[in-house]
């Protein structure tokens, strides 16, 4: 008797220990259900799907084990709204699943016994136009339970559109060399596909779009540095083309917004990109009293790292750290990291039961503390709770003041030029700055070697200046030397041909197109002059050539060049606006000319005065080969003339063209031409438009700037370079300078 009263007190010992707990775990391991649900398309941290985008309509499983595929459950059954039942014989193996996948997939190329390594390089089905959108996902299997949550990602990146200004309306959209086919599932790192074709995709819009639209394209992944947009835009009754272009690497899972905006003078176009999230977690909310929390005796941490007394919180210094985190959990769990941008990972140690390699990154110079967690997951219960461990990770302890701005990534890509200083730094503990890349420059304070100050700088006529991206690097050391943060800095290297008038860098030609446009310019490379005197060029070239680079005309509120025509009785320029009140002089010194470049104002135009007191700013050029005087400077300035007798437009005669040689005759001064078509003041009359006044544009106020008022050589009145005053509708030429740049290298 006392032998089995003894089992029976073990036998209700053992089974008076069960909770509630092991109810549901006995109930969910004797299941055979994957709950499945698909990731939402997510911009800017916010669910922004479109209707039917996350609908699962069919799926397929795939399970493989030792490498090769031993069952096929196609067209699974739902039990509900995202359950589904597999029998999945020993719990092992892995599950691929693959959703709405039916017009993607050649099913004969999924045969039962093909090695897992093959099925992973299927490819989809070419597209027509906008790729088809299907899901994918895996599951690895372990043998202790038979149920199980997936996540379905979307096998395909989608490019949407932002139109940010109110005035603008699009009227078509093409986006070239897009791959017709992709892979099925996520190759690392991103692959384009095998033997796949190219088109060129074009969405028109009737009427046009005039809001921003979701959906417009979807893309496979893709490595590709072909893939870019053009847009044609309807702005104030005019079309324009808009370019961008779309980064190289491809993912799915992302989304792609073309963002265009403006200002009301000039429209322009920008490519944004978000991450799809994970979807969302399904709860079945059981009620779990017990909290997760970080064992201190057996988890390891770094120095600096600190576990909060509620063993609940982490603080981690900004610097990169490892810690090994040990659970104290009812069961099994698994730690998530549900915001990737914060630079946390989280691997399990295998063979081990709550215990994780917790890995942050550096916290980049110029980000505040950041706040973030780990969130729990119970292996058994398939869900994630409330339970998290919260993370804080320090401030960088180097100050940033500036333009210059790191993502978590350490990378500042400016996808533009610019230069001049970048950012200051205030560094500490004798931590030094070094730069990697010539255009880049760091200058130390001297009395206070702890400041140090960024430059970005400029090469004159660089050859390698035609809209590459430039990179450069930024190290931060410590005092011994040793490198312990790195960054990467990108801009776009562009530039025009310059020529230096004693110490002031102006533009070769006049503007022409779009004034902020470098691609519509003479660039370096394109140069025709590059090799030999631009005087003598614009000399001996025919008409054609002399076209070719003259420029166009500009007024105050429209940054488009307005093209010379001639209606049978006299010429003048498409667009003209009569009605313009916009002063070119009084905008923004930059506003008429591309990044890095300004209009001349007074200190520009004041080496060209006169040293005469009453006539500094009225100069007789003459019409001979040379001519000179001395500068307000006392400099000597030398110049040279040339006519064209009679130049041809279009088979109709414009009549003599002029262009003028100035060079001042210092040692670091080159010669400067002066040409450009005349001038058009009013639409309507015979002196409507004067074709040898050239009106230079000059940030000056009031209208007032520097014409050049000529007549021919016959009418012998000479070519006088003067200022005056002009209304706004008066076109102008823009000859930009260089805007000033502390750092010039070669």
Excluded at 398 to 417: H, N, P, V
Excluded at 429 to 447: D, F, H, R, S, Y
Excluded at 622 to 636: D, E, S
């Amino acid at each position: 008797m006392n032998k089995y009263f003894l089992l029976g007190l073990i036998f209700m010992l053992v089974f008076s220990r069960c909770t509630e707990h092991d109810d549901i775990r006995q109930t969910i391991n004797n299941s055979s259900s994957f709950r499945i649900q698909a990731a939402h398309f997510s911009v800017s941290g916010a669910n922004a799907s479109l209707p039917e985008e996350d609908q699962i309509r069919e799926l397929d499983a795939y399970l493989f084990d030792e490498g090769k595929l031993i069952k096929k459950y196609e067209d699974l059954a739902r039990q509900d709204e995202n359950l589904y039942s597999i029998e999945v014989p020993d719990n092992k193996g892995t599950l691929y699943f693959l959703g709405n996948s039916d017009a993607i997939t050649d099913p004969s190329d999924i045969l039962s016994g093909m090695a897992e390594e093959d099925f992973l390089q299927l490819t989809t089905l070419p597209s027509a136009s906008s790729a088809s959108h299907f899901l994918s996902g895996k599951l690895d299997l372990n043998g202790t339970s038979t149920s199980r949550q997936v996540s379905l990602r979307h096998g395909v990146a989608r490019l949407d559109l932002s139109l940010q200004d109110a005035e603008t309306t699009v009227k078509s959209i093409t986006v070239k060399q897009v791959a017709k086919t992709g892979y099925l599932f996520g190759q690392d790192p991103v692959k384009t596909a095998p033997h796949t074709e190219f088109e060129d995709v074009n969405l028109s819009f009737e009427p046009q779009l005039s809001a921003s639209q979701s959906g417009l394209l979807y893309l496979h992944e893709q490595q590709n540095d072909q893939l870019a947009v053009s847009i044609v835009i309807t702005h104030g009754g005019k079309e324009s083309l808009l370019k961008a272009q779309l980064p190289a690497t491809i993912k799915r899972n992302a989304v792609y917004t073309i963002r265009i905006y403006g200002n009301n003078a000039v429209i322009e176009a920008e490519i944004k990109i978000d991450e799809w999230n994970d979807g969302e977690d399904q709860e079945l909310s059981p009620d779990l009293s017990s909290r997760v929390l970080v064992n201190p005796e057996r988890s390891v941490f770094p120095e600096g790292v600190v576990l909060a007394g509620s063993q609940d919180a982490i603080q981690v210094p900004y610097a990169a750290s490892r810690m090994t985190l040990v659970l104290d959990a009812p069961s099994a769990v698994d730690l998530l990291v549900k915001d990737p941008s914060m630079g946390l990972s989280v691997e399990a140690v295998p063979d081990t039961i709550n215990k994780f390699i917790v890995t942050t990154s550096l916290n980049p110079i110029g980000h505040a503390e950041k706040q973030t967690a780990l969130w729990v997951r119970y292996k058994m219960l398939e869900q994630s709770y409330e339970d998290k461990i919260n993370i804080t990770l320090q401030p960088n302890d180097i100050q940033m003041e500036g333009s210059l701005s790191f993502d978590t990534q350490r990378i500042c890509d400016y996808a533009k030029y610019l230069d001049g200083e970048l950012a200051q730094f205030t560094l500490t503990g004798g931590k030094q700055i070094q730069t990697e890349g010539a255009w880049l420059k760091a200058e130390v304070n001297e009395q206070h070697p702890e400041q140090v100050r960024l430059l970005a700088g400029w090469k004159p006529n660089d050859p390698e200046a035609d809209g590459r991206v430039q990179e450069g690097k930024l190290k931060i050391l410590s005092a011994d030397g040793d490198v312990l943060e790195e960054y990467t800095i990108r801009r776009r290297n562009y530039g025009l041909p310059v020529v230096n008038v004693d110490g002031t860098w102006w533009c070769k030609y006049n503007m022409r197109g779009n004034v902020k446009n470098f691609d519509d310019q003479i660039s370096i490379q394109e140069d025709p002059a590059k090799d030999v005197s631009l005087f003598d060029y614009l000399s001996t070239c025919t008409d054609e050539e002399w076209l070719a680079v003259w420029g166009d005309v500009y007024q105050g509120n429209n940054p488009n060049g307005l093209p010379l025509r001639h209606n049978g009785t006299s010429f003048y320029y498409e667009g003209f606006d009569p009605d313009n009140t916009v002063q070119i002089g009084d905008l923004p010194v930059t506003e008429m000319a591309p990044d890095g470049y300004q209009l001349p104002g007074e200190a520009e135009f004041s080496q060209f005065k006169m040293d005469h007191a009453t006539s500094s700013t009225n100069i007789n050029f003459g019409h001979g080969a040379t001519n000179g005087y001395w500068t307000q400077a006392r400099k000597r300035l030398n110049i040279k003339n040339h006519e064209r007798t009679n130049l041809m437009f279009g088979g109709v005669s414009y009549g003599p063209v002029h262009h003028h040689s100035i060079k001042i005759e210092t040692a670091n001064s080159t010669e400067l031409i002066l040409f450009g078509p005349g001038a058009q003041n009013n639409n309507q009359g015979s002196n409507m438009f004067s074709p040898l006044s050239i009106i230079f544009a000059g940030h000056f106020e009031g209208g007032f700037t520097w014409t050049m008022e000529g007549y021919s050589t016959a009418s012998g009145k000479g070519n006088w370079f003067k200022t005056n005053t002009f209304y706004p509708r008066y076109t102008r030429v823009i000859r930009c300078i260089k805007s000033p740049v502390e750092y010039i290298y070669n």
